[in-house]
Every structure is written in C-alpha cells, then in structure tokens.
C-alpha cells in the first residue's frame, strides 16, 4: 500500500457495505505496516468473539487475513496473500461472520483445504486445514474476493435471513445518512453475541 491508514481508526464494517464488495489486490512488499495491522486486526477480532477477520473487512483492499480457529487466545495466525489449492469433501455447518453481526445461516464449505500463503517474514508455507479451521479459510478468502457468506446459502436459509439482511440496510442507510462515516456510527454486536465465541465468525 502506498499510503498507510492510521490504524486506531479501523473498524469492522458491516453489510452492505461497498467496500465488503472489492477484490483485494495481492501484496508485493511485506513490510512493518502487515505486522502491526496484523496487531490490530487481532485487537478487533478479538472485541467482537471471532475466529478471523480479513483486511477487506476493515476497509483495506490487500490480500491479508488473521485467523485463530483454536481456544488458545494468543495463537493468532496472520497470512499474506492466501490461496486454497485444493478442496476435499463436504461439510454444512452453521457460520457467522463480523460484517454480520448476529446473523447465523448453514453454509456448505469443503471440509479440509490445502491452502498456501506467505507470513510476516516473508516465509511460504503450504498446509492442510479441516475444522473450523478450514471453514474459516474458505470464508476469509471469499472476504478478499468480494464475497459474503450469505451469498453462498441456500433458497430455503435466504428466505429465513432475508429480514435480517433488510434489518442490516436499513441501518447502514440511517448511518450513511448521517455526518461522518458509516462504520463508525455502526452499532456494535449485541453483548450476548460476545459470549458465543467458538462459531465461525469471521
Ligand atoms: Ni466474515
């Protein structure tokens, strides 16, 4: 990135969000900036209880996620540019997502992955995930293509979110229509959201 973001001012937007809706583009240069963003990113996961968060979810177009599928609170993985080589088998289990809070919908996912990506020290690595582990993958490479969960669920779960979904317009349409930016003036997750940790949100 040319220009760095002050990164106290990063928020978790919410759908519908337009900027949930770019590609992010791939990063050339690893430098400082991805380890204290990574920092960051980790900070607001944590808030709002999720397993991971990618850079397009706070607003930055770059190739850059932070996941923790474990119970361990300080296992934090960072990845740069990441890629699924391979997908294996099926899986339908519920998720979430931070852009969406409160909103659950069951997703069919592949149920293990061989992904690729490079870490804050410039090392490749390749590995296999299953679990939530793989899900949270899956869904957080959507998030840098431009894609939410929601698009992936089916006719008779779309029906049940719909009214979620127009719940979550709406808000962003009064927040928009309000001096300032629209993130900031989101409101948070609901407290009893917090507590539910172990779900994929992300
Ligand atoms: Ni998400």
């Known amino acids: 990135m040319s220009k760095h973001p002050k990164l106290e001012t990063l928020r978790i937007l919410h759908y519908p969000d337009p900027r949930l809706r770019e590609r992010a583009a791939e990063i050339r240069a690893i430098d400082g900036f991805l380890q204290e963003l990574a920092h960051r990113m980790d900070e607001l996961m944590k808030e709002a209880g999720g397993v991971g968060l990618a850079a397009t979810q706070v607003g930055l177009g770059i190739r850059f996620i932070v ?7 300080d296992k934090v993985q960072t990845y740069i540019n990441p ?9 339908m289990e519920e998720e979430g997502c931070l852009s969406l809070p ?11 992955v061989r992904v690729r990506a490079q870490l804050p020290n410039g090392e490749t690595v390749e590995m296999e ?6 899900r949270a993958w899956q869904h957080e490479i959507d998030h840098l293509d431009g894609g939410l969960f929601v698009d992936r669920v089916g006719p008779a779960a779309r029906i049940i979110i719909r009214n979620q979904l127009k719940a979550f317009e709406e808000d962003f349409r009064q927040a928009s229509s309000h001096v300032g930016t629209a993130e900031s003036d989101a409101p948070p997750a609901p407290a009893s959201e917090k507590t539910r940790t172990r ?4």
Not at 102 to 112: D, Q, S, T
């Open 102 to 112: 409160g909103l659950f919908a069951k997703v069919r996912r592949a149920e293990r």
């Open 83 to 91: 890629v699924i080589l391979s997908r294996e088998g099926k899986v």
């Open 199 to 202: 779900k994929a949100r992300t």
């Open 129 to 134: 995930a299953d679990g939530l582990a793989a």
């Open 67 to 73: 996941m923790n599928p474990t119970p361990e609170p």
